[in-house]
């Protein structure tokens, strides 16, 4: 019998968290069947009358973008299409071990609404202003509490990390103008950083950290929202961690990245993130060949170099222009998703459990870890405007502002004073 979530289940579930496209709540009732899932439930913007997951599954164009994964242009609803493009499209490219099966469940109104009054006071004031759950949708997602090695707190010690990798490289498309070549030696990640700082949604942190599935460090509304951190104090989230695991800070960043480094999680990740070969900056020309309008950037560009270098991606054949959008939208996601890491201490030389271990030697100590990609929702092809848009914004903004490490960059470095940084994720 298929679960279905009523008003009288809502006192169960307690804010997580939250992205930009969904609210994150954990189980906190007397089903063993739930204990250790998470329930992601889809938000609406602000003010919209319509329920996401009521609009069209997938445009004309998106059917056609999508054409070779049968099983994501016939799915009946939003939510499937999220779910087959997870399970078709990025479990193929990341590897099916890194990547958990989500459990679509039936959610009423009344729940939604109970649900959307019970978080409203633990969401980032910005989080808030920007969406709310959507309570006319009929469905969301059970997924695994990563934050959890096996979905009982109360009987063995776990430490988890959520780390968002963001784009591993740095771009060399031959279409990324003079004008943009800072992108070429400064990340963007780094670039965004000044932005979303400026604008009041981020407080330089990229990195959470949860003890026995309660976060100790980092935001839960991914923004400047301290007041929703268990331990308000960096210093007392360490103090957290000592005491339970025994783990020294220095040791416990050990322990992340010597996983990383030797499970090779990263690896596929970073090779997903490399199909995006031609930069935004070429890739939405292929976009708006593929819908059938003019090319508003040739439209907007008055030098005749750049459009004699754009023509040679207008006269490409459908089906390479299909490719191109398809691999920019497969990076994309590759670059916004999230990594778990969950630790357990084991006895060392201990074995037979199934999951992979690693010795810390600095620590004398061995831990198993289980490695999981998360969020890893499919991008809209209507969004492809909005990213050359939001691209070209984030780099005037970094050039404008004082780069921390030294140099200013105004307009008479642009193409030719490019300062080298070293990439650190």
Known sequence: MAMVLGAEDAKDWI????????????YRGSSLFLLGKVLRIQKVPKGSTHSVNGCAVLSGHEKLLWGDVEELVESKSRDIAMQNYIKYVMSHMLGPKYIDDMIRVTVCREFLESIKKNVHDQRPAWRIDAAEVDALCDSAFLI???SLFTGTPRVELCVAVEIKPKCGFLPSSEFITKAN???KSVTRFRMHQFLKLHQGEISKNNFRIFLNGSLIFGGLGGGMDSSAVRSHETNTAIEDLIKVSGLQLPSFLELVSETI???GVLDQLLATQKLDVLDIEGAIHAYYNIISQPCMVCKNSGDPELL???SSLHSLPLEKRLKIVRDYLIASTAK???LMISFRPVDSGSTGSGYNSIFLESSNQSFEYKARFIDLDMKPLEKMVHYYELDQKIVNFYMKSD???GT????TTRGTKVRKIQYHQ
Request: a negative charge.
């Open 15 to 26: 804010y997580k968290g939250e992205g930009a496209a969904n609210v994150v709540l954990s």
């Open 144 to 146: 695994s509490d990563h």
């Open 181 to 183: 070549a800072i992108k």
């Open 261 to 263: 480094f030797s499970s």
């Open 308 to 310: 004699d270098q754009y």
């Open 336 to 338: 916004d998703c999230s």
């Open 403 to 405: 780069d921390p490490g």
């Open 408 to 411: 200013p960059y105004d307009s």
